[in-house]
């Protein structure tokens, strides 16, 4: 995993200050690649590389360029291919020979051979840039399931483009300017954001599963990989059988390593399938014992408390999953402040306001782990495509034409200062739900029930997903450690998405035919627990130190959130404990420390980011 930048340069030639603008665009970089680092520089384009190495550390360094005749190619990637070896030996029967085992060169060499073509053939989590000398070009494509980020900005004129938004905004063409759908974004839809767009006017993000050219023609963006909607044939048995063959094949493929890897284990359904796959291969290929984490808060057990979203805390499940799998358990404890305080950071990761202490807590955790491993496997996605939340099951928030994990939209868009408030809050919402939902892949033979299941399905797939693999992305990529989610395979988000869903919610249950997949493989009671988050802090001393943010914000002469924000609504929230929220913010577990929380990121972020409200 790394971080890529460049840009091209048509319209002027590259020279000394463009030089150092490809420079302080790789350095806002340096905590997703501190191993190495490379610049590439050709007549019409610059690109940048911040290494984290994997695999093949000697032979992988980046920007790589590979010749052929008169011809040229550079790559600059971020990301690993789960076929590699596939792919590579398709090569070698062309009569291409490769100079280390990187998926770099494999990648860059699949270009070479199939052009555009090549991400059709690609089973991975990736972001990359190729210059295309011999045609004047930049190719550039992103992951089907949207794992790894990829940005890009048209300002000026010309594609620059980065792994973060903080790179591409530190091109001297780029504006901080956030405009009224910007303020939208931030208040309607955040910690979202509406697929191909992020809260800076001039910065765009390219869509999982889209590829594309900027060259003298200008900009060409398309769709290779779609989910499709296909008649499902196969008996529960054999759905059953073919499901589980592709999880376990996807998670061994994702263990390949050079460096030390582990697993994040929280005693639910998801990361316990991983862990237990995991530790089968490493006792079965030598590779000794595996490592798992967890991750909690001081006091927590003191303090929790069951809901219906988060019925019971991990400890329990922890400890009988670690053992049945024998594997070699670390447990990360965090201070409660140290939670609170590292909200700057997680902006600063995220280069956008996140999802609270659910977010600062995994850039700490994932900090701890870097300390002992450099790859980490985790459970991602498995709600989204398997049926694991509330409302895949509750007949109330199936029905309602909304995002299922939102709402409370006119009580954000109160928060607004009028003179923000340039657009219907609702209509912006709705129209977003709308498209979504309208362009879910359909056979037209589906009953109603399973027409609704694909549409929430598509909803959690553009939307509820891309939130949660940013926060695990940019989290973690802040400490240099690559996170992997196994569920995240493209085959498997394609084969469930058309499991209809008497058979996906077997016996009445969320994630029922996951559960059924790996019964009699793990413990009963890991296999039936209820599904439960990621762990949230119930410390009152957490809720003291977003408090306390809070007020200083409020005493502050002209804090950045008071251009945009009523100070009495902010107020409010603070003295009433935001009682005129009706559900959390957003999620599951934004609740009023939380909402708290997220108005002070927004605030360090206007601040941080010398944002230009217009």
């Known amino acids: 995993m790394c971080g890529i930048a460049g840009f091209t340069s048509f319209k002027r030639p590259i020279d000394e200050q463009s030089r150092k603008v490809l420079f302080a665009m790789g350095e806002t970089m340096n905590r997703r690649g501190p191993d190495d680092r490379g610049e590439y520089v050709s007549d019409f384009a610059a690109m940048t590389h911040r290494r984290l190495s994997v695999i093949d550390p000697k032979g992988g360094s980046q920007p790589m360029t590979r010749r052929i005749g008169q011809d040229t190619y550079t790559i600059c990637y971020n990301g690993e291919i789960y076929n590699t070896e596939e792919i590579r030996k398709e090569l070698l029967s062309k009569g291409y020979e490769f100079k280390g085992h990187s998926d770099t060169e494999v990648l860059l060499c699949s270009y070479i051979e199939w052009g555009e073509e090549c991400v059709k053939k690609l089973n991975g989590i990736f972001a990359f840039t190729i210059c295309d000398e011999a045609q004047k070009k930049l190719f550039f494509a992103r992951d089907g399931g949207g794992v790894k980020p990829y940005f890009y900005s048209l300002a000026g004129g010309e594609f620059i483009f980065g792994s973060e938004i903080k790179a591409v905004l530190e091109h001297p063409s780029v504006s901080r300017n956030v405009d009224k759908f910007g303020v939208a974004e931030l208040f309607l839809i955040g910690p979202g954001k509406t697929p191909g767009r ?30 499709k909607a296909r008649k499902h044939t196969d008996s529960l048995n054999d759905t059953i059988y073919t499901l589980r063959s592709l999880i376990c094949d996807s998670i061994r493929r994702q263990l390949v390593s050079d460096v030390p890897l582990c697993t994040f284990l929280s005693g639910g359904l998801d990361s316990s399938i991983i862990s237990y796959v995991a530790a089968k291969e490493f006792s079965e290929s030598g590779r000794g014992q595996l490592t798992t984490y967890s991750v909690d808060y001081v006091d927590n057990d003191k303090y929790f408390k069951k809901s219906f979203y988060q019925p019971n805390s991990d400890g ?43 977010e600062s807590s995994l850039l700490l955790f994932c900090r701890e782990v870097k300390k002992t491993h450099t790859v980490v496997l985790s459970g991602e996605c498995a709600d989204e495509i398997f049926g694991g939340y509330p409302w895949f099951t509750s007949k109330e928030m199936l029905a309602q034409a909304d995002f299922p994990w939102s709402g409370n939209t006119k009580i954000k868009a109160g928060l607004i200062r009028d003179d923000y408030l340039k657009l219907d809050p609702e209509e912006y919402v709705y129209e977003r739900y709308k498209a979504t939902v309208d362009e879910a892949p359909k056979t037209g033979l589906e009953t109603p029930a399973d027409a609704r299941i694909k549409e929430i399905t598509m909803l959690n797939y553009k939307w509820f997903m891309q939130t949660l693999l940013s926060r695990k992305d940019h989290s973690s990529m802040y400490s240099g450690l690559e996170v992997r989610v196994p569920f995240c395979d493209v085959r498997i988000l394609e084969y469930a998405y058309n499991i209809p869903w008497d058979m996906k919610g ?3 249950r969320e994630k029922g035919l996951l559960r059924k997949a790996f019964e009699g493989i793990l413990p009963d009671e890991i296999v039936n627990r209820k599904k439960s988050p ?45 009682a005129m929220f009706t559900k959390p913010w957003y999620g599951q577990l934004m609740n009023y420390p939380q909402i708290l929380a997220y108005m002070y990121m927004i605030n360090e972020w206007m601040k941080i980011y010398a944002v230009n409200i217009v």
């Open 198 to 227: 992020t809260a800076f006017h001039d910065v765009s993000e390219l869509k999982p599963g889209f590829c594309g050219t900027f060259s003298r023609d200008g900009l060409n963006i398309y769709q290779y990989f779609a989910i």
């Open 506 to 508: 077997y016996a009445g």
């Open 534 to 578: 990621y762990p949230k802090s119930h410390n009152p001393v957490y809720t003291k130190n977003v408090e306390n943010k809070i007020r200083k914000i409020l005493s502050d002469k002209e804090p950045p959130i008071l251009e945009i924000v009523k100070r009495d609504k902010l107020k409010e929230l603070l003295d009433t404990g935001a």
């Open 316 to 358: 329990y499940y922890i400890k009988l999953m670690s053992e049945f799998i024998e594997s070699d358990h670390k447990n990360v404890v965090l201070d409660n402040d140290d939670v609170g305080d590292a909200l700057r950071n997680s902006v600063i990761a995220r280069d956008l306001p996140g999802m609270a202490d659910v």
